[in-house]
């Protein structure tokens, strides 16, 4: 998983494919963007203060679940469905 900070810009930073990253500028260019620095990478910048709590949340449990090994997976279904 990876997130972070951008030291290039006031933007926190996602993994995102390059068609998915496209996608998301297209769509809000406003909030979603690229530094030429990230551009060769994965990556998609998210502008500071326009962060949706909701998307970022879900962003980092996917990519959490994506390398996360199956029996913390199943822990953590199992503290979900309890919730």
């Not at 951008?6 to 260019?29: H, N, Q, T, W, Y």
């Not at 970022?56 to 994506?66: F, G, N, Y």
């Amino acid at each position: 998983m990876w997130c972070g900070w951008s030291p290039c810009a006031d933007a926190a930073v996602f993994k995102a494919d390059r068609g998915e990253r496209e996608m998301l500028i297209l769509a809000d260019p406003t909030t979603f963007f690229v530094h030429p620095h990230y551009a060769p990478h994965n990556l998609v910048l998210v502008l500071a203060g326009r962060i949706d709590e909701g998307w970022a949340s879900t962003r980092l449990i996917r990519q959490w679940r994506d390398g996360a090994p199956k029996r913390w997976l199943k822990a953590w279904d199992a503290a979900q469905g309890e919730a």
